[in-house]
């Protein structure tokens, strides 16, 4: 299996791994492991909470309230 990625991101990795004293295999598989499954992640999500927001006590509307053409 091959994947494209550019010369300057190749780069970047072979760095990294070199730092790391890991092949560029070891370190993406490391760096898949620590960030989790993203396969996974995705199957998993929850809807994000909205905030609430209490804008104090307000009666019903009137149609005069919102618009100006009533008398």
Do not use: Y
Not at 4 to 13: A, F, G, H, N, Q
Not at 40 to 63: I, N
């Amino acid at each position: 299996m091959g994947i494209d990625i550019s010369t300057k991101t190749e780069t970047r990795l072979a760095a990294k791994a070199g730092e790391l004293g890991l092949s560029i295999d070891a370190l993406l598989e490391r760096l898949m492991n620590e960030n989790g499954d993203p396969t996974v992640a995705a199957g998993h999500c929850t809807a994000a909470e909205l905030p609430k927001w209490h804008l104090g006590a307000r009666g019903s509307f009137r149609r005069r309230d919102i618009c100006d053409d009533v008398g």
